[in-house]
């Protein structure tokens, strides 16, 4: 184990907090029964916001930001990881109340850890990350919903994102239409790639919202909130049902009972950081069935550890394609 390791660190200087790169001991770690050298990251619309330094998502400070890691188990007294076996780790606190995953060690609960699915790299799995994988706690919730490919289109909000990018791809996958909603239009060529079958501009979904509008699909998977997740319900034909996993546009949300009351919609609510571990297996079981490895490749991009506050801005302000993975070591 590395006596010294380097760290993004964010902690209070004087009103104001500052991030900054530092090196600390295992000694600085919080407690928890595994120590994982941490190969790789990832950076999320969450970690874009811890990363600036002033988000409320922050609970405690000092804090390593970054609320994915993936690497292999250096010292363990869980009784379900031994040294050599490799892990992932996404949500449970980290970046909020635990030291997250910008950094060359962790120290976490066991509990907490998920074997690296066999098809996976540390690299991929990274790739996939909290995004992806709540875009697959999305897609098994329409499934248990009985949202099936012969009831309709689903519709993805925020498409070209990195829950959008993974939705759409395992949602072609599994037969169902794909209509990607997005602010790049540009990047249609990109969404058809990953089995999108129809475009259609942000803006179709971000006007004020009527109580009801015509049927258009059968299902969503939505990362945006506010009046687009409104205006998604509106268009979501009889018993179908709405995935709403994020809140790039608002916390708001401006709707009326209508959709719930005269078509028995259902709005699901996705959340990825304390999933109980046996639906947050399955999840990661079926991306590694349901993903295609080659459109992950896609919609990836690597970075340096030094990139990451850079990174952080850029998915803040919608200029990040699909997924980045941070090399961390």
Request: charged fraction near 20%; include cysteine; charge should be neutral.
């Amino acid at each position: 184990m590395k006596s010294r390791f380097k760290a993004v660190l964010i902690s209070k200087d004087g009103n104001a907090n500052k991030v900054e790169d530092v090196e600390l001991t295992p000694a600085d770690l919080m407690d928890g029964d595994v120590t994982v050298a941490v190969s790789h990251s990832t950076v999320n619309y969450k970690d874009g916001l811890v990363l600036r330094g002033n988000s409320p998502v922050v609970r405690r400070l000092p804090m390593i930001p970054g609320i994915d890691l993936a690497g292999t188990v250096e010292e363990s007294s869980h009784p379900g990881f031994k040294p050599g076996d490799a892990v992932l780790l996404n949500g449970y606190g980290l970046s909020e109340t635990h030291y997250g995953g910008y950094a060359e060690l962790a120290r976490v609960k066991g509990d907490w850890l998920v074997p690296l699915p066999k098809p996976f790299s540390a690299a991929q799995a990274m790739a996939i990350g909290t995004a992806g994988y709540t875009a697959m706690l999305a897609v098994l919730a329409l499934e248990d919903a009985g949202v099936t490919p012969a009831k309709g289109a689903v519709v993805v909000t925020g498409a070209a994102g990195g829950v959008g990018s993974v939705a759409v791809a395992v949602l072609a996958k599994l037969g169902y239409r794909v209509i990607a909603s997005t602010g790049r239009t540009q990047e249609e060529p990109y969404l058809k790639s990953l089995g999108a079958a129809e475009i259609i501009p942000r803006t179709e979904l971000s006007g004020d919202p009527k109580p009801l509008a015509k049927e258009r699909w059968a299902g969503a998977v939505d990362s945006v909130g506010s009046k687009t997740l409104a205006n998604v319900l509106a268009s979501t034909s009889y018993g179908g049902a709405v995935a709403a996993c994020g809140l790039a546009g608002g916390m708001d949300l401006p709707a009326s009972v209508a959709p719930f009351i005269l078509r028995g919609v259902s709005l699901l609510g996705i959340d990825s950081v304390q999933m109980p571990m046996p639906r947050r297996r399955q999840a990661w079981e079926r991306l590694a069935r349901d993903l295609d490895a080659a459109k992950l490749d896609a919609m990836t991009r690597t970075i340096a550890f030094s990139d990451l506050r850079k990174a952080g801005e850029e998915i803040l302000a919608g200029q990040i394609r699909g997924r980045v993975v941070v090399e961390i070591r």
